[in-house]
């Protein structure tokens, strides 16, 4: 892992064999014969079936050598990533350019984007790099036009914001695709401005966002098997003694 270009860009592509594997078939999808709620009940089954086989907790391990590197040994994955599907030529499918910071992410949190088929120029992701440590009065905002989505619905919690934030790409400055395949992740900055307006590639983007958070980060974290909520993944040989420690106090 290149760590300077993580520092002075905000992202950076890595290796993990692990994750190689065959394209996912649901790269497809826009060629069936759904509709656009057939596909968002997929969606929803899909995500479902990914919380359900925990595969948070599988891909966690895979990524700690690069995680535990970034953060420390001291590691929380949020349990319940999103799964998104996005169809070529489908803004619906989007939720535009944004920062996570703007949804209540901090910079002491990590995310992770894991594709599950290859993602070209036009398919990908795009990033404006080094704009995780631009104030984010340099970013405005621009009129969301997905649609309501309620707060809590299933819709909400497969990754569509009932309070969208889409940015505008500031003037005179441009993104770049984050070009990535199968077997490779891409670890970002919260804080980093990236996304997409539409798929312009041939293939449907289907990939997870994994995120990471020290478990002694000075913020307010939302634990357990919840959504949004974070849990444990690795715990330093200290933490462990503490814990127990406090745990023996407490039990008399």
């Given at each position: ?45 899909a ?11 599988k891909?966690a391990?895979?990524l ?35 920062k ?91 804080a ?11 293939v ?49």
């Open positions: 892992m290149d760590i300077n270009k993580f520092l002075k860009d905000g992202w950076v592509i890595v290796d993990v064999p692990e994750l190689k594997g065959e394209q996912n078939p649901l790269g497809q999808i826009h060629r069936w014969s759904l509709t656009d709620d057939g596909v968002k009940e997929v969606h929803i089954q995500s479902k079936e990914f919380w359900k086989d925990e595969y948070s907790l891909y391990k895979w700690m050598p690069f995680v535990s590197y970034l953060i420390g040994l001291d590691v929380m994955v949020q349990y319940n990533p999103y799964f998104r599907i996005a169809r070529p030529h489908k803004p619906k499918d989007n939720i535009g350019f944004h996570d910071t703007q949804y209540g992410q901090t910079p002491y949190e990590l995310a992770v984007h894991i594709p599950f088929v290859d993602l070209d120029e036009k398919s990908a992701l795009r990033v404006i790099s080094g704009s995780h440590l631009m104030p984010e009065s340099a970013f405005t905002r621009i009129t969301a036009d997905n649609g309501h989505v309620e707060k809590g619905s299933i819709e909400n919690q497969i990754g569509r914001p009932y309070m969208p934030k889409p940015l505008a790409v500031p003037e005179g400055m441009e993104t770049t695709p984050m070009c990535i395949k199968v077997g490779q992740a891409a670890i970002f900055s919260p980093l401005f990236h996304g997409q307006e539409v798929n312009e590639g041939d449907t983007r289907i990939s997870c966002d994994l995120r990471f958070v020290g478990s002694r980060a000075p913020i307010e974290i939302r634990k357990g098997k919840i959504h949004a909520g974070y849990v444990p993944v690795l715990q330093s040989p200290v933490e462990y003694l503490a814990d127990n420690y406090y745990g023996a106090q407490n039990a008399n």
